[in-house]
């Protein structure tokens, strides 16, 4: 080859590399592009992946972190059981995946706090049972923010709704008194429920009865809460008090019972005030409340409800009617799972079981007509096999004793067109067969 040829030969491969390797910058779009298409690619996998797995949450029955009943129930028909958390939270595993074994989304969730249940801890020696007709219930859902709520008697003062933390309270900066009017009368069995939030913790909040539409307090016991020297009954002085310790600092559930002149006060789930004997008027027509508040000590309250009944004994209530009406089997929002402060009516229930060995019983689960009707009368079942297994578990009831029907929305006790009605409707009733 001679050198002109040998030159040539080399001028080509030269050429031949320019010509199919592309320039350094090009090399580096096409390296984007490629990239940038595979994280497409990538991405829209696991956007399809997300898809199928929030399809398969949505066709699923969820099931609260230990309600057995309705794991039961989604196994014996054949469904996929996705576990959720109290909040209604899917619970997930590392990768995301919803997690549908009981047993690890219980594990998963023993690394946080956990209601207890019916019995458990506090809550064994806990007996305030709610009055099953309720008289006034009012949470101030339905008023302006700043308004004086239309269904309470304004006495005096400076009271308003606000809104704090999600919730409506009514707040008082001026000494301020309110009336709850029960038309017919208190009768002689009552409950009394509602939140309270007294930041200063001074002179508190009194409540008593009255016969009078000024809300004058008569001579006689009251019911304070939040008084520096202890909440519970007064009379001229602390008759039987407790300190609250945490209603300074969040919104405090207030319960008490008044049953002929015996009352009993809670916070939370103490019992803080036992008085067999109390003087109140003798034909209450409303319950007034008294706030010692002025505008650098405000006091909240909300979720007020008045309900006829409590504590009743079920035995002679069954032999004489047949059924009794219980609100004191209690449920979280849309779950089946029963709240530990189901446990004196369980309890109730278990003891009365144990002591008549004939006695059989089908439980019922009622609800308001708010959800679709199919949706509760599945979810009146679901409650209702829940009462059914505790009683089983807890109190060696044999199966053969207990039935469980879900009634749904289908036979209200009240018009459901008030909230007092919607919360009468919420039951679960017990009758003798």
Partial sequence: MTLSRAFNALLCAILSLFLIAPLPAEAQVWKRVKKAAKETAE???????????????????????????????????????????????????????????????????????????????????????????????????????????????????NLEVVEWEGRRLLRGTGGDRFIIQI??????????????????????TDIYPVALEDGQKYEGHRINIGNWRGSGVWENGPVSTNAIEDLEETVVPIRISVDR????????????????????????????????????RPIYLGNLRVAEGGRTRIYETLSAEGRIVTRGILFGTGSAVLSPESTPTLADIGRTLQQHATLRLRIEGHTDNT????????????????????LMAEYDVAPDRLEAIGMGQSMPAASNETEEGRQTNRRVELVRL
Avoid at 283 to 294: L, Y
Wanted: some cysteine; proline content about 6%.
């Fill in 371 to 390: 959800g679709t009707p199919e949706g509760n009368q599945t979810l009146s079942q679901q409650r209702a096999e829940s009462v059914r297994a505790f």
């Fill in 183 to 204: 038309p017919d009368g208190l009768p002689e069995q009552y409950t009394l429920e509602f939140d309270l939030h007294d930041p200063t913790t001074s002179s508190g």
């Fill in 43 to 157: 991405r829209k996998a696991e956007e399809t992946t997300e898809d199928v797995v929030e399809g398969a949450i949505e066709g699923a029955i969820k099931c609260v972190v230990g309600d057995d009943a309705c794991v039961r129930e989604a196994e014996e028909q054949g469904e996929t059981v996705v576990m959720t958390d109290a909040s209604g939270e899917v619970i997930r595993d590392e990768s995301g995946a919803p997690v549908t074994d009981p047993a690890a989304a219980q594990a998963q969730a023993d690394g946080e706090p956990t209601a207890l249940k019916p019995g458990e801890g506090v809550w064994a020696n806990y007996d305030f049972v709610p009055g099953d007709r309720m008289l006034f219930a009012d949470d101030f859902a339905e008023e302006y923010v700043g308004d004086f709520p239309r269904r309470l008697t304004y006495v005096r003062g």
């Fill in 261 to 296: 002149g015996y009352v009993k006060v809670y916070a939370n789930e103490h019992r803080i005030a036992n008085v067999p004997q109390v003087k109140f008027p003798d034909e209450g027509t409303g319950i007034t409340f008294h706030f010692h508040t002025r505008t650098d």
